[in-house]
């Protein structure tokens, strides 16, 4: 069965910062165009970024724009989502997921919808 797993997740201030990272032990990653997710308590599940197989193509949620970063290094056959200058609002279960294909069209990217495979999610919190 294929899976994600998540880490990196964890406790931090506002204007903190964390390194998630998303892996892949039964296939490849590099196939995959790869969303990151969150859902807070009581709300829906939102997409925060989303990049495409090569890397060349990234998207995010207009509210981490400028705060969040995605990469990937198919080597290692890791997703990264770099998060800095943490609010509390960004307090949420964050999910990695993959797509069938290598590349979304930027209407669909960020819908959860257009993704197949998910991990279990790790949890971030921001507070003092």
């Known amino acids: 069965q294929l899976q994600l797993v998540e880490s990196g997740g964890g406790l931090v201030q506002p204007g903190g910062s964390l390194k998630l990272s998303c892996t892949a032990s039964?296939?490849?990653?590099?196939?995959?165009?790869i969303g990151w997710f969150r859902q807070a308590p009581g709300k829906e599940r939102e997409g925060v970024s989303y990049?495409?197989?090569?890397?060349?193509?990234?998207r995010y949620e207009n509210s981490v724009k400028g705060r969040f970063t995605i990469s990937r290094d198919n080597a290692k056959n890791t997703i990264y989502l770099q998060m800095n200058s943490l609010k509390p609002e960004d307090t949420a279960v964050y999910y990695c997921?993959?797509?069938?294909?290598?590349?979304?069209?930027?209407?669909?990217?960020?819908?959860?919808?257009?993704?197949?495979?998910w991990g279990q999610g790790t949890m971030v919190t921001v507070s003092s």
């Open positions: 039964t296939f490849t990653l590099g196939d995959h165009a």
């Open positions: 997921a993959a797509a069938a294909q290598r590349m979304l069209l930027a209407l669909s990217c960020l819908r959860p919808d257009a993704y197949t495979y």
């Open positions: 990049i495409s197989s090569s890397g060349v193509v990234s």
